[in-house]
């Protein structure tokens, strides 16, 4: 299956029929699981990705933000790792949110988020982001009582208005000239099993072992319907989600750098062009320098 096809089956268009149960984690597309041949394609990937974002730095016009959000252990990590490895960093911001600070808790849910948005030229990558409020916090909403919101307004409605205030945001983002792109990687809880046992077998991987992480998986069913919900309401035109099957993570990692890259493309990016009263100052500078060597040469 061409790889135009699977970013298709991966948007979530039409977020009304939207049923997590129909996105199987294990799904590979037909694709090879085989690391190197695959590896091999994602370099392919990587150097298109890597152009893109060249073309997107020199413009300085356009901004990106790409969102991935997915259960412990789903490979956020990995995939910035991997996908965005070409990128050069002073055109890319990562940013991990974890729990909130006592001065985060004391502005709105999505004051964090705001202030760690990519300018124009750049991108923003968010590893979970302002979704974490409509997810852990629905799980669990004994965490509302630490936001400090006024006790009438954390009714059993605030989902609903947390829904729209982030419509309304990315929408706002969109419109200012920001592409949002937002990914759900998709993971088995089998899978996630088989990843934190792992782990244990692995001396430089096991400080990432933690038993909150482990006590969540009680709460799958939950987290699933959360997931459920809030792709339900905030996958929009404008910014969509991507459901990406996360247990091959290889295959995982080509379909994200071939929704990025696809999504680029389509932003129409090129370099600058020099001409007029520019172009003949840059001739010039190039006369001036080229006289240089020649000067020096004679010395």
């Known amino acids: 299956m061409k790889l135009a096809k699977i970013v298709k089956r991966c948007r979530i268009d039409q977020p009304g029929r939207f049923r997590l149960a129909d996105h199987d984690p294990g799904e590979d597309f037909g694709l090879s699981l085989d690391r190197d041949e ?19 730095y020199a413009q300085d016009r356009w901004a990106v933000l790409i969102v991935l959000q997915g259960m412990d252990a789903a490979g956020k990590d990995s995939t910035i ?24 808790r004391a ?45 009438q307004l954390a009714r059993k409605d605030i989902w609903k208005h947390r829904f729209k205030d982030i419509r309304a945001f990315e929408h706002h983002l969109v419109r200012n000239g920001t592409l949002v792109l937002k990914f759900h990687l998709r993971i088995s809880k089998q ?22 992480d482990i006590a969540e998986r009680g709460s799958w069913d939950k ?20 459901v990406i099957p996360a247990d091959h993570k290889h295959v995982a990692w080509m379909v994200v750098a071939d929704v990025i890259t696809q999504a680029l493309e389509g932003l129409k990016l090129d370099f600058p062009k020099v ?9 010039k500078v190039e006369r001036s320098l080229k006289s240089e060597g020649r000067d020096h040469s004679k010395s």
């Open 107 to 151: 502005h709105s849910f999505l004051w964090r988020a705001a202030t760690r948005l990519p300018r124009r030229g750049r991108i923003s990558i968010f590893n979970r982001s302002y979704y974490e409020e409509v997810l852990i916090v629905h799980v669990h909403p004994e965490v509302l009582a630490l936001e400090k919101m006024p006790q």
């Open 38 to 56: 695959i590896k091999s394609m994602l370099s392919d990937g990587i150097a298109r990705l890597k152009d893109m974002q060249d073309r997107l």
């Open 275 to 283: 001409e007029g009263k520019a172009l003949k100052e840059l001739k």
């Open 191 to 212: 899978e996630q099993r088989r990843r934190f046992l792992s782990r244990f077998d692995e001396p430089d991987k096991r400080w990432k072992i933690s038993a909150a």
């Open 81 to 104: 790792e991997h996908v965005l490895s070409g990128i050069n960093p002073r055109g890319c911001d990562v940013y991990e949110f974890k729990t909130p600070s006592e001065e985060e």
């Open 223 to 242: 987290y699933m319907d959360a997931y459920q919900v809030m792709i339900r309401a905030t996958s929009t035109a404008y910014a969509p989600w991507y």
